[in-house]
């Protein structure tokens, strides 16, 4: 049973005349009337009682025409709800940011796309990188801006910069007389974690197995905290270049080895994208970041 074989039997009800139906859905009268007898063998009994210029219910007919209507009710409030689901969607763009990504970058990017797009809501929230990768699969998100080693098959990736890692200390920690810093110079170096920092795992898929021993002391996942007790003097951080620092530390670019990290924008491959989309992908290849 298909829902225009439904459409055409309301018809000739409506019409009580098969050549009047015919012409009201806009179809030829024999191909309005093969669809109502495949309906009939289907429900495996006649709907009308064809009778010279008109046409009337039989019981079956009168019996199956209240549950018509509801079918054809039920499928016009569905696609007028889809309308409006599809309208919304256009309309609001949910974007997941990866936590560490500066705020100067997440304003920059943000900014261009309001300008761009001023009637567009713009939903952002932030996590860690696998975090956010998870959201966007599960369609929580419609783009991701973050920073991977590594995607599934089923993301399409925009790269937008690439940056080093380098490591934060307060302007009077021994290290800070340094132009750059070597991975050794960190081995037993009171270390304060970023938990959220992505770092170890681009470590590890470009260089292997951590080399050093840090003496971790602190370990908390918010930014302003770390950076407290870095200013503090208690330690130090490794952390991406273009992470917003407190005006009392510096940064020192890591070298022997050079890890850097690509932060992209990751969105699903083969996923209706909202029209808005569309206007981030184009600002974010033309952003200079």
């Known amino acids: 049973m298909e829902i225009h074989q439904i459409r055409y039997f309301l018809a000739v009800e409506r019409e009580r005349n098969f050549t009047r139906a015919a012409e009201s859905c806009n179809i030829t009268q024999p191909a309005l009337t093969r669809a109502i007898q495949r309906l009939e063998e289907e429900l495996r009994g006649p709907l009308f009682e064809r009778r010279p210029g008109n046409v009337a219910l039989t019981e079956l007919g009168r019996a199956m025409l209240p549950r018509f209507e509801k079918a054809i009710a039920t499928v016009t409030e569905a696609k007028a709800y889809a309308r ?73 990736v925009m790269p937008l910069y690439t940056e080093g890692y380098g490591v934060a200390l307060s302007r009077e920690h021994p290290l800070a007389s340094s132009e750059m810093i070597r991975l050794k110079d960190l081995d037993g170096q009171c270390y304060v974690d970023r938990i959220r920092c992505e770092f170890d795992a681009y470590f590890e898929d470009a260089h292997g197995p951590w080399p050093i021993t840090l003496d971790v002391r602190f370990r908390s996942d918010r930014e302003d905290c770390v950076q407290a007790l870095l200013a503090s003097g208690v330690g130090i951080a490794i952390v991406p270049q273009s992470l917003d620092l407190r005006s009392e530390l510096i940064y020192r670019p890591l070298i022997e080895p050079e890890v850097s990290r690509t932060i992209s924008l990751v969105t699903v491959r083969d996923r209706e994208p909202p029209l808005p989309l569309g206007i981030l992908k184009k600002l974010a290849s033309g952003l200079s970041l």
């Open 84 to 156: 409006v689901v599809l309208s919304e969607r256009r309309q609001r763009l949910r974007i997941g940011m990866m936590c560490t990504v500066g705020a100067s970058t997440m304003a920059m990017i943000i900014t261009a796309l309001a300008e761009a797009a001023p009637d567009v809501e713009i939903a952002l929230t932030e996590g860690r990188g696998s975090a956010v990768v998870t959201q966007l699969l599960m369609d929580e998100i419609d783009a991701a801006i973050v920073g991977q080693p590594r995607y599934v098959p089923a993301l399409d």
